[in-house]
C-alpha cells in the first residue's frame, strides 16, 4: 500500500511574503499554502525534494479557490549515482500536465482537488505551474497552491530489505490503495489532535487484524469512522473561530471556542466509556489534551484513595477509643 512521502520545498521562482513556498511542508485546517508573487511572471516553477529515493505513485494537490492556475506540469528528478543529489545535477522527465477549473460554477467558493496517478522513480519532483486564470477577485495575477500530498514507496528502504527491483515493482502494483490517515482530505480538514487520535487507533486496528482480532478490529474501525466526522467539525470550528478573530467579532469567537471545548470534552468521555482512552495515550503518544485528562483521573483516583485511608483511619481510631472507654468503665465497677 502507498504511503505517505514527506518532502521539503527546495525551489520556488517566487512567493508571497505571507505565503512561503515552506507552507506546502505542513497540512492542517488552518494552513494556506503557496501564493505566487504579485503580477508574477508565468510558468512559475516549484521544486519538491523526497526524505528518500522512492517510487511516486499518487500525487494529490489542492488549489486556492480563486488564484488558480490554468495548467500544472509534472516532472520527475533524478540524480546518476556517481553524482551527488543536488538541485544542479538533477535532470528531469516529464510525467504529463493537468488542467484546473476556472471555478466560476461554484463562484469561487470551492477548491478543486487532484488525484494524479503515476509511476515514476526519483528524489525530486518539479511543478511547472501556468498562468492564472482571470477573475473579480485574483486583482494580482496570482496562483496558489494550497496543499500537496505525494504517496509512493520507499525504494531505499525496500532495497535495505534485501527485495530487488522486481519485487518493488510487484508490490507496489498490488494495491492502488490508500490508507485514510495518509489521505489529503484527511490531513486537511481533520483536528490535529483527534487526527493524532485516530491514528493510534488505526495502527491498533492494523495490530490486531494482522493478530486476527476482528471483532477488537472491527470495535477500532467503527470508531475510527465516528471521529473522523467529530474531527471534521472541530476543525471547521476553528476555522470559523480564526475567522472571528480576524474580523474581530470575539463574541462569535468566544462561542465556537465553547463549542470546541463542549465537543471535544463529551468526545474524551465517549472514549472512556468504550475503554479506548488507554489505547490512545498509551506510550506517551497521546495528545495533552488528553494527557491532561489522564492526570486529573490519577489525582481524582489519588484522592478516592487517600479519603478511604481517612475513612479506616477514622474508623481504627474509634474502635481504639471506645475499647479505652470500656476498659475504663469496667475498672470503675471492677
Known amino acids: 500500500m502507498p504511503r505517505k512521502i514527506h518532502f521539503q520545498v527546495v525551489y520556488s521562482s517566487s512567493s508571497d511574503e505571507q505565503h512561503p513556498a515552506s507552507e506546502l511542508n505542513h497540512h492542517g485546517p488552518l494552513v494556506n499554502g503557496w501564493q505566487s508573487s504579485r503580477f508574477s511572471s508565468y510558468p512559475q516553477e516549484l521544486i519538491l525534494q523526497f526524505e528518500n529515493h522512492v517510487r511516486l505513485r499518487r500525487i494529490q494537490l489542492l488549489s486556492h479557490q480563486y488564484l488558480i492556475a490554468s495548467k500544472i506540469e509534472f516532472f520527475i528528478g533524478d540524480c546518476t549515482t556517481d553524482e551527488s543529489v543536488s538541485l544542479e ?59 500537496i500530498n505525494l504517496l509512493g514507496d520507499d525504494i531505499d528502504k525496500s532495497h535495505e530489505n534485501g527485495e530487488n527491483q522486481s519485487d518493488v515493482l510487484a508490490n507496489s502494483s498490488r494495491s492502488d490503495q490508500i490508507s485514510i490517515i495518509d489521505d489529503l482530505a484527511f490531513a486537511m480538514y481533520q483536528d490535529p489532535e483527534i487526527a493524532a487520535i485516530i491514528k493510534n487507533l488505526d495502527r491498533k486496528k492494523q495490530e490486531c487484524v494482522q493478530d486476527e482480532k476482528f471483532d477488537q478490529a472491527r470495535k477500532f474501525k467503527q470508531a475510527i469512522q465516528e471521529l473522523i466526522k467529530i474531527g471534521e467539525r472541530l476543525a471547521r470550528y476553528e476555522v470559523e473561530k480564526r475567522q472571528a478573530i480576524e474580523n474581530e467579532d470575539y463574541e462569535t469567537a468566544q462561542s465556537k471556542k465553547d463549542k470546541m471545548e463542549l465537543y471535544r470534552a463529551e468526545t474524551y468521555k465517549q472514549l472512556q466509556v468504550l475503554n479506548l482512552l488507554d489505547v490512545v495515550i498509551e506510550g506517551g503518544e497521546g495528545t495533552e489534551f488528553l494527557k491532561r485528562l489522564q492526570e486529573i483521573e490519577n489525582n481524582e483516583q489519588q484522592q478516592d484513595n487517600f479519603n478511604q485511608e481517612v475513612d479506616i483511619f477514622q474508623c481504627i481510631t474509634y474502635l481504639y477509643i471506645t475499647n479505652v472507654l470500656q476498659y475504663n468503665f469496667l475498672s470503675v465497677f471492677s
Open 89 to 147: 545535477n538533477a535532470r528531469y522527465t516529464r510525467l504529463g500536465y493537468i488542467e484546473l477549473s476556472s471555478n466560476e460554477r461554484t463562484d469561487f467558493k470551492a477548491r478543486e482537488l487532484k488525484s494524479i496517478h503515476i509511476d515514476a522513480e526519483g528524489i525530486f519532483l518539479k511543478l511547472v505551474i501556468h498562468k492564472n486564470y482571470v477573475n473579480r477577485s485574483n486583482l494580482y495575477n496570482q496562483v496558489s497552491i494550497v496543499a
